[in-house]
């Protein structure tokens, strides 16, 4: 208990000097009342497991989805020789319900419901792992979105490892029956995401991004970004706008659903082709010396100094304006508004919890030009901003659990309605079993009814 009490005041004392966004979405009082209270929990021994889970809900109070609670490195080379025992099916999770997409056992098939696995209801097996993940603010849909289509690689966050599971099933005719199956030692289910033929596609780079025209009517082009983190896309971009306007394409998909983001710089250039203002993004970090440096990884301290000499050199052609006082750092970061191959066509952009950190950004940009009607569901990440750029490994010094957690604040300079949550869509899309089994696209759906009317 001394142990772990010494590492919480230890990772209290860091993440109150350091982490940019602790005190964003509570007061310092409500922060160190909910800290007083784990306090004084930790009297018993634990295990490093027991006491991570643990200590994972208070440091998701500073609701910062690039927070992270990592195992010690000695734990994580201990999971990488022990084998992992999966469930022995692909499941989903769906308005609190579990069911099967597939199944190593031929009696059982697609669309059964899972009820409970050994004894667990199914609504508290989602709520549990949904919950061992963080989201930015006040939105929760980030966190059931990472775990719906990922239940069998996460099962064991929260759950033990079992040799068997023991399932009660429903299948699609009502009839509900247990049924006891091993486990399997290999992931046989790995995750695929639907993918539309490749021979479709006009332009793409590296199949994070692609424009294409719609397969049911060649008026509207897709244009789909699945990443903001690789390299090329100026190219990428170039010829996609270019090929739209040379071709008169009236319509424009912009489908940027399950983006977990990347850097900074590339949404502002795609914005640069979209929206007709100037818009500034700020990027800012306390201006204090970093006293628990040694708690450090050695890629955390390179990349914070790299940052700190690298930002003020940038040339302005790239927007980049690097400030300093007694209390900040600030990286100031303006958009441009490209006149060549600029896009003032009808735009539909697709979103949904799957978009975060940057690509949040980008869309709340978008939102505030009134650029385009959003169809689909709640960003997963903020509309007002996120803690993100460069992030540090500390670790505590007795369990040798890590935190990771940014150093920076990225500002989007808006005033959302609702503080704490993302973006919201003009037209929401609510999906049934029935869609999902049938892998129907029910926001591209709506985009081509808009247009037929």
Wanted: aromatic residues 12%; charged residues 25%.
């Amino acid at each position: 208990p001394e142990q772990m009490q010494a590492d919480f005041a230890f990772w209290r004392k860091c993440v109150t000097a350091a982490h940019p966004g602790v005190f964003w979405y509570m007061t310092e009082k409500e922060f160190d009342a909910k800290c007083d209270a784990f306090a004084q929990t930790l009297t018993e021994p634990m295990t490093e497991r027991a006491f991570r889970i643990a200590f994972f809900y208070i440091a998701q109070e500073v609701k910062c989805g690039h927070s992270v609670v990592m195992v010690s490195k000695a734990r994580e080379a201990f999971l990488k020789k022990t084998p992992v025992q999966y469930l022995p099916f692909e499941c989903f999770s769906f308005k609190k319900q579990l069911f099967i997409r597939k199944s190593i056992d031929t009696t059982i098939t697609t669309g059964e419901e899972i009820l409970s696995i050994d004894g667990i209801a199914a609504d508290r097996i989602i709520d549990s792992l949904a919950n061992s993940f963080v989201s930015d603010g006040f939105n929760t849909k980030y966190k059931y979105y990472i775990e719906k289509s990922n239940i069998q690689l996460i099962y064991n966050r929260i759950f033990p490892q079992k040799d068997s599971f023991t399932f009660v099933l429903k299948d699609t005719f009502q009839q509900v029956r247990s049924v006891r199956l091993p486990c399997l030692k290999v992931n046989i289910f790995p995750l695929k995401v639907k993918e539309n033929d490749p021979k479709q596609n006009i332009f793409t780079n590296k199949k994070i991004r692609a424009f294409r025209l719609d397969e049911k009517n060649p008026k509207i082009g897709i244009l789909k970004i699945k990443s903001f983190r690789e390299k090329g896309f100026k190219k990428f971009y170039k010829k996609s706008f270019e090929y739209i306007e040379k071709n008169k394409i009236e319509h424009l998909v912009l489908d940027m659903r399950s983006n977990g983001g990347g850097n900074i710089f590339h949404p502002r250039h795609l914005l640069s082709y979209l929206i007709d203002t100037v818009e500034t993004i700020d990027v800012y970090r306390k201006n204090q010396a970093i006293t628990f440096k040694e708690n450090l990884d050695k890629n955390s301290k390179s990349s914070l100094r790299f940052t700190e000499r690298f930002f003020p050199w940038l040339p302005k052609k790239l927007g980049v304006q690097t400030s300093k006082n007694d209390s900040i750092i600030n990286i100031r970061v303006t958009s441009k508004v490209r006149k060549k191959y600029h896009y003032n066509g009808k735009l539909y952009v697709l979103i949904d919890a799957g978009c975060f950190s940057a690509t949040s950004m980008t869309a709340a940009f978008l939102k505030k030009n009134k650029r385009g009607i959003f169809i689909g569901d709640e960003t997963g990440g903020g509309e007002k901003g996120s803690n993100a750029l460069v992030t540090g490994d500390l670790t505590l010094p007795n369990t040798q659990i890590r935190y990771r957690f940014p150093f920076y604040r990225v500002s989007h300079n808006l005033t959302p309605q609702t503080f704490g949550r993302g973006v919201f869509p003009d037209i929401p899309i609510e999906y049934e079993i029935v869609n999902i089994l049938t892998n129907q696209d029910l926001e591209m759906e709506m985009v081509r009814k808009i247009i037929n009317k």
